[in-house]
């Protein structure tokens, strides 16, 4: 469903890159521009939660970690 709880995309870079067991170098080409507002997008999850009950249960590191133990146990399922 998603979260509200913001992160750019180098924090999740960064948070994706120390959950593999190697390390995983980040490189971030862009810089935003002194003084500029950055452009974000946050979703609203108050539908979610209102009309259907949903809520977040698992933080996104540990979605990370289950996603990345799925594909190191999958991958020949997946293929190349």
């Known amino acids: ?3 509200e709880i913001p992160i750019t995309i180098a ?8 959950c593999f067991p190697k390390e995983i170098p ?7 521009t002194s003084g500029q507002s950055l452009d974000r997008y946050i979703p609203s999850t108050f539908r979610a939660r209102s009309e259907l009950a949903l809520e977040q249960y698992t933080c996104l590191q540990e ?3 289950h ?3 799925f594909y190191y146990e ?3 399922l997946i293929g190349t």
């Open 1 to 3: 469903v998603g979260s």
């Open 11 to 18: 924090e999740l870079a960064r948070l994706v890159a120390h």
């Open 26 to 32: 980040i490189e971030i080409q862009g810089r935003p």
């Open 63 to 65: 979605s990370i970690w």
């Open 67 to 69: 996603t990345i133990k």
């Open 74 to 76: 999958n991958f020949h």
